[in-house]
């Protein structure tokens, strides 16, 4: 069998959402499983994730499946919902909703009397500035004065923009607007922080955080490892050596022809390609680790098989190679590619074996 392989390591995920807890000891904690948990896979990684207050989804059928899996802790739909319909699934499931927009409101007040009988929270966006969703300063105030005479159980939610770049102006701007609405709508639950802002701003934790990429052990900062952070990477993704190929000086690898051998060498073809999830386009030099040892991919990402240089190293067939994991970074190949750790995980396809260790 073709062994392209994405371990999920349990142990690692309860051990980053301790890490929330340390960060955050007085929030409760929404743990973000969108995206099938940024790719790990939602079913095998609630269990590991069971102590968490709350889940984070971004649309209805994210909720359900984690409803069917057997989970009751409430859950936040981030972007709310989608249209009226949607509505008396989401009380049926005791979720919760984010309202970002007029018609969202509307939505919730036709079902106004059996949302606040379940005790069901809502959460109120405030656009305090990235300019995505929410409501801006001047009408959120009185839109929260409102749902709470009502009865409504209210939330103040917020997202920042750069909570991953140092001393970015819009942090400020964001913050103040943030405290200022909180001040007004005084007494209010509030949550602005993701995986980057749980690290940096201990302040702002309030009572509900949100983290997200943390959790799968991957850095939300460019200048920051997860080693650093002290987070460990939940997701191994290995394959293994199908093909060994002694190559001549002035020899090529693969389509195009890219990579010309400058001397002889050694390569063996791995059995990943972009069809797994594994990137294609590397503007710069890419690795993946083989018995311990650092090595390059040479020549182009095909759909089923890369090339890696393996000349002076114990390879032969069989042998697993880590494409990421914990010695080959996930945001390491993901610079290398010329995008984020969180990209690389999320799509990630369903073509390889999925284990869980
Ligand atoms: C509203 C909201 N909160 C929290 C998060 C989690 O962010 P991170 O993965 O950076 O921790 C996200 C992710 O995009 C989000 O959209």
Redesign the pocket.
């Known amino acids: 069998m073709r062994q392209a392989t994405v371990y999920i390591d349990s142990s690692a995920l309860q051990y980053n959402l301790n890490r929330v807890k340390q960060l955050a000891p007085n929030a409760k904690i929404?743990s973000?499983v969108?995206a099938n948990a940024?790719g790990h896979g939602v079913k095998d990684c609630l269990a590991a994730l069971a102590s968490t207050d709350a889940f984070?989804v971004?649309c209805l059928e994210e909720a359900l499946e984690i409803r069917e899996l057997g989970y009751s802790q409430p859950i936040t739909l981030?972007e709310g919902i989608f249209s009226a319909d949607e509505m008396a699934v989401v009380i049926a499931n005791n979720l919760e909703v984010v309202v970002h927009h007029q018609l969202q409101l509307d939505w919730l007040h036709a079902h106004k009397d059996a949302y606040i009988a379940k005790n069901l929270k809502i959460w109120v966006k405030l656009n305090s500035g990235m300019n995505r969703l929410g409501f801006k300063v001047s009408e959120i105030i009185e839109i929260i004065h409102t749902l709470k005479a009502e009865g409504f159980t209210c939330v103040l939610?917020m997202?920042f923009a750069n909570?991953?770049t140092e001393n970015h102006p819009l942090n400020e701007q964001q913050k103040n607007q943030f405290l200022d609405v909180k001040e007004a709508c005084a007494p209010i639950m509030a949550s602005c922080c993701?995986?980057?802002a749980?690290f940096k701003w201990p302040e702002l934790n309030f009572d509900f955080v949100?983290?997200?990429?943390?959790?799968y052990g991957a850095s939300?900062f460019a200048d920051q490892s997860a080693n650093d952070l002290d987070i460990k990477p939940v997701m191994t993704f290995t394959a293994e050596i199908i093909a060994l190929n002694h190559i001549q000086a002035g020899e090529s690898v693969g389509y195009g022809s890219t990579f010309v051998a400058k001397q002889d060498m050694d390569i063996a073809i791995v059995s990943i390609g972009y069809g797994d999830g594994y990137p294609r386009a590397f503007p710069k030099q890419n690795y993946v680790v083989i018995d311990g040892q650092t090595t390059p991919v040479v020549g182009r990402v095909a759909m089923d098989m890369i090339a890696i240089d393996v000349t002076g190293l114990n390879a032969s067939l069989g042998t697993p190679v880590e494409l990421w994991g914990k010695k080959r970074l996930v945001d390491a190949v993901a610079e290398a590619n010329g995008t984020i750790g969180?990209e690389l995980l999320c799509r990630m396809t369903h073509r390889p074996l999925r284990k869980q260790i």
């Open positions: 929404i973000m969108k940024y984070g971004a981030i939610a997202h909570a991953d993701n995986s980057a749980i949100r983290p997200g990429i943390m959790l939300p969180y």
